[in-house]
């Protein structure tokens, strides 16, 4: 016993990791190619990730305007405000590290698994739902194809895409998880 799985499907495609707890062995779908796509236009990115962030955010909020209520802190403040919020900045940049953890870690499956669990588990205590990682991958989308520019083409759509995918199917795993303690 002890073993778990993650699969899941997005556009007639199916990505899935399967983990032994007991032995600690576990696999991931990810390609060579879709990880070398990740990294390399992460390289473009990372200089300017924080700002990245900020203004991944700042499309989330204002293409869904209800979706700052759900951040405590943001929670019944103008968008102008929120914008210009040391908050939003902070938060940011937390993101974006997260996101680039979850990168550094696509070789070594064990860790990345547990630490989208456990940043899963952190999220529990708000109503994160499936669907919410849909609105964030399309402000993430937006933004990268913002900063990488020409660099962004249909393969580093479809990389970040699945990533997207597999950390929000990942995370939700995490917030189940909890639940079932």
């Not at 990505?15 to 707890?21: E, V």
């Not at 914008?83 to 902070?90: F, V």
């Amino acid at each position: 016993m002890g073993c778990s799985s993650l699969l899941y499907r997005r556009n007639n495609k199916t990505f899935s990791a399967s983990f032994n707890l007991n032995s600690r062995s576990t696999v991931l779908s990810f390609s060579e190619e879709t990880k070398n796509i990740l990294k390399e236009s992460w390289k473009l990115v990372e200089p300017v990730k924080t700002a990245a962030g900020k203004k991944m955010f700042q499309r989330l909020f204002e293409t869904y305007p209800k979706v700052p209520n759900m951040f405590p802190t943001f929670k019944g403040m103008a968008q102008e405000e929120i914008i210009s919020s040391r908050s939003l900045y902070l938060h940011a940049k937390r993101f974006m590290c997260a996101l680039e953890n979850a990168l550094l870690s696509l070789n070594d499956a064990e860790v990345f698994l547990e630490y989208l669990m456990n940043l899963g588990e952190r999220h529990r205590q708000w109503p994160v739902e499936l669907e919410h990682f849909d609105s964030l991958k399309e402000a993430l989308l937006w933004t990268l194809q913002d900063v990488l520019q020409s660099k962004y083409t249909g393969e580093v759509s479809e990389a970040w895409s699945e990533l997207v995918d597999f950390i929000a199917a990942t995370m939700m795993y995490g917030i189940k998880r909890v639940e079932t303690k």
